[in-house]
């Protein structure tokens, strides 16, 4: 499938999405863009490619804010599902508001101090690190459902939730 391309998230979530599709879900996976190939294979896998409403000044990840139930009528799920700061806060607004508070589960892919670093060569990037794992813990005690990818982030996210008693939290290594 070409919409599994560059690893990561771009290649678990429509492993995931396929994954449930299998096993009897109705499943729609909203993405920022998608060309009619990747639409038609997501399709062939059983789960329905959604791109997020075009806009002229809202750009990249941000226009998944957009979505509405207008995109999938007569669609409802029984959760949403983010990864990352990357989708995080929209499938949080997708769950609370677009839909009326269906449950949340929210994917941590990364450490973001551990990665920031590497990803720029500016003295902001500690800064940056430091932003991004702070939203990051409040994505995740927006949550019903917490899951880390892999031991580390799972011991990591572990330590900082433990005085949420509102999260539950699966390391799916011990699944």
Known sequence: MTFR??????????????????????VACLVVDATQREIDEALAGGVKLVTAPKDAVITHENRLLLFDRSRLPGFLPEAVFGHDHITGSAAYHIAERVYDRVPYVHFVHTLPEEIEPYKSRSGSSYLRAASKADAQIKQCELAKLVVAIGPRIYR??????????????????QA
């Open 5 to 26: 391309r560059f690893g990561g998230i771009s290649t678990l979530n429509p492993e995931l999405c396929i994954s449930l599709a299998s096993l009897g879900h109705e």
């Open 156 to 173: 990591d996210i572990d330590t900082r939730l433990a005085a949420n008693s509102v999260c539950q939290f699966q390391n799916l290594d």
